[in-house]
């Protein structure tokens, strides 16, 4: 484009003038004078046009530069120009757009509702800023943010439109992705366990006649003994891979990962092939998956059902699937089962120990409460008490949480149970304030049962007023499929309200589940508990010490201390120290104790009597080298 030579300049025709009289005027001394002017005017006009040039040069280069695309149009919104950044958006080349009307190239997503609404504050304010779908060349559409201006000439009439605008697909499916967390397994990718319930009755709903789902759990044989031989980071591959070609072969149905080793597929279907499709799926899997040189052959064990003739309803059929999945186990390794209604009767003793479970809950005798001690790595002194469920049956001896708590929670009795900790927590702490004992604050693990069959709440403020205990002194953990449980509805106002009254609020086995920092932001927490995955293989793994780091920095920056969960040597409680971990608790400083260990620990330190008053928790604690 060039410069065009502004003539409204009055040197400019004063020079034009002189030069015409430098030729006619007879006096030399005028000519010479006039012959002067006529180069200072033309001198002055050369610079006019080497500075617009100039002007000009920039302008083009800056539309260059920017990031963001330019479209110039003319007054009926026909492409004049366009920029680089254009190009490279929309793919689209400078001539293959000139001349073409501006709204060709929006995707056909906008009604003419939105079109007419644009043009109306176009023309009254002269600007419209907002977000719009435009299509590239190569057939995709993408979101972008644009801004339009128009240009007016002296008179006011609109000559051109100027459109500034911005790719934001990457930043849209940010939010996509965050949106996303809770549905999907991070690690596969794949529908994680809530979402597998939300698919299967969607599926269910959507049955045809004629048509029926099948569908497997499938759980992979020791898969525990790979991860521990081969390390985490080859099982987690593993996984993927796994789910990959699990997915591959069931193209069209359903697959998702339940967590740990255990997988999910559905698919829809008219064929009366049960048994076969099944042993399929084992076949194709059972083919070696080729790891870092290690050729893995698995054995997998697989529970079946079919709706409608297993049942109808999606509870219903996890139920029966998970029935068929253990039963299966018990019948050893690399077995395949369907459902049967005889399950429900294999399951007895089971549901003995759920009967026995109930019993106890109402007698109370066989549950008791240990606490791990949690201690401050800056002088090692006590920071506070995990309590511990534990359940000693009369004829099985010391039952482990792991195992009767989703039993709890499967058959309805984890409220009752949470309650029962909650009152015998707050009860203990009690106690221990006559005896003198150090006061600590004590945190009890919450599940996610507990936020949506029981009433949390209530149980939490009767058990603090019936012992005269403050809030702040019993923390609450939750782990992060608790927090994202959706029959749980959105907790965060509820954890919110329960910090409002005192409580402190951690959460539990971080990193195992579907943490991200975004939604971390949103959650109203004190806390972290650093998953003892994490610390096992410390200071040595450095994928491992890098996460650490990164956790112990996002939670400074979130104003969140953590608590090292597993600590089980010296090498380890170290590296924590020096990388800025604030609390520690594991095995190296202490087991879950029993409250008479624990009481005669704090005796024997003989740092409080029976009826003195508590003696500062700082001096108590003493770790085991
Ligand atoms: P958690 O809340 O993450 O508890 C920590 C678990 O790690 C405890 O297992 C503890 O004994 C174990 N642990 C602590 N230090 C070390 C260590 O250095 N090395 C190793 N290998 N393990 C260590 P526990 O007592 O078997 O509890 C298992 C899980 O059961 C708990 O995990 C918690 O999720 C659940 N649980 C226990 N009591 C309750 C309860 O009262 N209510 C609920 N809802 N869940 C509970
Ligand atoms: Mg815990
Ligand atoms: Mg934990």
């Not at 990962?257 to 899997?285: C, K, Y």
């Not at 949390?456 to 992060?480: D, K, M, N």
């Not at 780091?549 to 920056?557: F, I, K």
């Not at 979130?558 to 170290?574: F, I, K, M, N």
Request: proline residues 4%.
């Amino acid at each position: 484009m060039w410069p065009v030579l502004s003539l409204n300049r009055p040197l400019l025709w004063l020079a034009l003038a002189a030069a015409s009289a430098s030729v006619w005027l007879p006096d030399l001394g005028l000519r010479l004078a006039a012959v002067l002017i006529a180069a200072t005017g033309l001198w002055d006009a050369w610079r006019q046009v080497r500075l617009e040039r100039l002007r000009s040069r920039l302008g083009q280069e800056a539309l260059t530069v920017t990031e963001e695309g330019v479209i110039v149009t003319d007054a009926a919104n026909r492409i004049l120009a366009v920029n680089p950044a254009f190009t490279q958006i929309t793919g689209y080349e400078q001539a293959e757009v000139q001349g073409l009307n501006a709204a060709s190239l929006a995707a056909p997503r906008h009604d003419s509702a939105f079109f007419e609404r644009y043009w109306q504050t176009l023309q009254s304010t002269g600007r419209w800023e907002g977000e719009i779908w435009n299509r590239r060349k190569q057939g995709d559409e993408y979101p972008e943010w644009l801004k339009v201006r128009a240009v007016s000439d002296e008179s006011g009439r609109v000559r051109h439109y100027v459109c500034l605008f911005s790719d934001i697909s990457l930043r849209k499916a940010r939010e996509r992705d965050l949106r996303r967390i809770g549905f999907e397994d991070p690690l596969t990718g794949l529908p994680n366990r809530r979402r597998l319930h939300d698919l299967l009755t969607s599926r269910l709903r959507h049955l045809q006649a004629g048509e029926s789902l099948d569908m497997a759990m499938l759980d992979i044989d020791g898969f525990k003994e790979i991860n521990d031989g081969l390390g985490v980071e080859l099982g987690d591959r593993l996984l993927a891979r796994f789910g990959e070609r699990l997915a591959r072969q069931v193209a069209g149905g359903v697959v998702g990962r339940l967590g740990g080793d255990e997988f999910l597929v559905i698919r829809t279907t008219t064929f009366d092939d049960h048994e076969q499709w099944v042993a399929g799926l084992q076949a194709h899997l059972g083919e070696p998956f080729e790891l870092d040189g290690h050729s893995l052959r698995l054995g997998l064990t697989v529970g079946s059902c079919r709706a409608p003739e297993d049942g109808r309803e999606s509870g219903v059929l996890f139920q029966r699937l998970e029935s068929a999945l253990y039963a299966a186990k018990r019948n050893g390794r690399n077995h395949c089962l369907r459902f049967r209604p005889s399950l429900d009767v294999q399951e007895a003793p089971r549901l003995a120990l759920v009967n026995e479970l109930r019993n106890a809950l109402a007698t109370g005798g066989q549950l008791e409460l240990h606490y791990q001690p949690q201690y401050r790595l800056a002088d090692d002194g006590l920071a506070g008490l995990e309590a511990l469920l534990r359940w000693r049956h009369p004829r099985d001896g010391m039952i482990s949480p792991g195992e009767f708590i989703p039993l709890a929670e499967r058959h309805g009795l984890m409220a009752a149970l949470g309650n029962w900790v909650i009152d015998h927590a707050l009860a203990q702490m009690a106690h221990w304030r006559r005896q003198g004992m150090p006061e600590v604050p004590v945190w009890i693990n919450i599940s996610a049962m507990q936020l949506f069959q029981g009433d949390l709440e209530a149980a939490l403020a009767a058990g603090l007023a019936r012992h005269q205990v403050s809030a702040r002194r019993l923390g609450l953990e939750l782990t992060e499929s608790v927090l994202l449980d959706e029959r749980a509805g959105d907790v965060a106002p509820r954890l919110e309200a329960l910090r409002e009254r005192g409580h402190p609020v951690a959460i539990d086995d971080f990193g195992t589940g579907y943490s991200s920092l975004g939604y971390l932001k949103h959650l109203p927490l004190d806390k972290l508990k650093l998953d003892r995955a994490f610390v096992r293989a410390l200071p040595d793994d450095r994928a491992d010490a890098a996460i650490v780091d990164a956790v112990l920095a996002m939670a400074r920056g979130l104003a969140l201390e953590v608590v090292a969960e597993g600590v089980e040597t010296a090498a380890q409680r170290d590296f924590l120290r020096a990388v800025g971990c604030e609390l520690v608790q594991g095995f190296f400083y202490d087991r879950p104790l029993t409250v008479e260990a624990l009481e005669a620990r704090w005796r024997e330190q003989a740092l409080v009597g029976v009826s003195e008053t508590a003696s500062s928790a700082e001096s108590l604690a003493q770790p085991q080298a």
